[in-house]
């Protein structure tokens, strides 16, 4: 609260003028994933990967196995690896877990959930949600930067496709030539439960049907 409190002490002040405003509908955002190589090309996972711009782009289509034209959408996936300490909040894990509980994930994928603190993991743990990954067929773990940086032998095979919440998508960055897909804990959620990446609102919305 204290913290709060200062930081509304930092608000423009009345009548200020920015060189630039953007106005973004957040509403109109869709569900993305990254086509290449940094976290700057993301895409919604419904949009076609675009043509590359430069060498740079192309070296990044070729790594990822990716072709411009064509959407990442039904890519068949490998590994889902959710959490570390980026997107490992208990929000996050309750995403997930809402999307799991009662589903199995995909014959062949491997996930990996990892809580971004100890005080995550027993929050997870009190609220059941470890249960609920592991009767899905997920791998829960202890906190711990895990396959965001291949550590300790977390790691996918080269070649293997990775949809990660992670928050880096560099060559090799989980494993040599492995391709890591950014993406949202929902959008992981669905994915591994597709073997394929998938959108999450369609689970979303077998979830609402299902309850109702
Ligand atoms: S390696 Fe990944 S999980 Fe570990 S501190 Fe860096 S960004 Fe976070």
Not at 82 to 93: A, K, Y
Not at 151 to 167: F, Q
């Amino acid at each position: 609260e204290a913290a709060l409190a200062r930081w509304r002490t930092l608000a423009s002040d009345p009548g200020a003028r920015y060189d630039r405003e953007l106005h973004i509908d957040a509403g109109a955002v869709r569900p993305s994933v990254t086509w290449g190589t940094h976290p700057g090309t993301a895409i919604a996972l419904d949009a076609a990967v675009p043509a590359p711009r430069d060498a740079l782009d192309q070296r990044a289509l070729d790594y990822m196995q990716a072709r411009a034209g064509q959407p990442l959408r039904g890519s068949k996936v490998d590994v889902v690896f959710v959490g570390s300490c980026t997107n490992g909040r208990l929000s996050d894990l309750r995403e997930v877990a809402g999307l799991l509980r009662g589903r199995h994930i995909a014959h062949g994928v491997r996930m990996l959930v990892v809580p971004g603190s100890e005080s995550v993991r027993r929050a997870a743990e009190a609220e059941g949600l470890d249960r609920v990954f592991t009767a899905a067929g997920a791998q829960w773990r202890l906190p711990g930067c895990s396959m965001c940086i291949a550590m300790n032998g977390d790691m996918a095979a080269p070649g293997e496709l990775v949809v990660t919440t992670s928050n880096r998508n560099f060559e090799g960055r989980q494993g040599q030539g492995v391709r890591s897909v950014l993406a949202s804990p929902a959008t992981a959620a669905a994915s591994a439960l597709a073997g394929a990446i998938a959108d999450p609102r369609d689970w979303l919305a077998a979830s609402t049907e299902q309850a109702a």
